[in-house]
């Protein structure tokens, strides 16, 4: 069983900063893609950072040069740098990676989700 545990969000000003961290645990072999998505109210969810295990990157447009996606595979974590932060940011952040476990005879992917992390962004 893998899970991921999110931790950071808050309450932030406009312009602010705010550092979002997700820690994978279980019986991890290696993990592949790990990214952030966010869901706001009425919104559906959106991808806002892709990081694959040799460190490169993609991002929404709406977050490039403000937002920065890093992981350390040693600790098995994922981080999102966010600045500048604008109110159209605030959402419900999630993490998720693609997970990889032993099983007999075999491995077994995992596509696993964080249970999610409020960001709000005042104006």
């Known amino acids: 069983q893998v899970q991921l545990v999110e931790s950071g969000g808050g309450l932030v000003q406009a312009g602010g900063s705010l550092r979002l961290s997700c820690a994978a645990s279980g019986s991890i072999l290696r993990l592949n893609d790990m990214g952030w998505y966010r869901q706001a109210p009425g919104k559906q969810r959106e991808v806002v950072a892709v990081i694959t295990s040799g460190g490169s990157t993609n991002y929404a447009d709406s977050v490039k040069g403000r937002f920065t996606i890093s992981r350390d595979n040693a600790k098995n974590t994922v981080y999102l740098q966010m600045n500048s932060l604008k109110p159209e940011d605030t959402a419900v952040y999630y993490c998720?990676?693609?997970?990889?476990?032993?099983?007999?005879?075999?491995?077994?992917?995992?596509?696993?989700w964080g249970q999610g992390t409020q960001v709000t962004v005042s104006s």
């Open positions: 998720n990676a693609e997970a990889v476990t032993a099983q007999f005879l075999g491995v077994r992917v995992h596509d696993v």
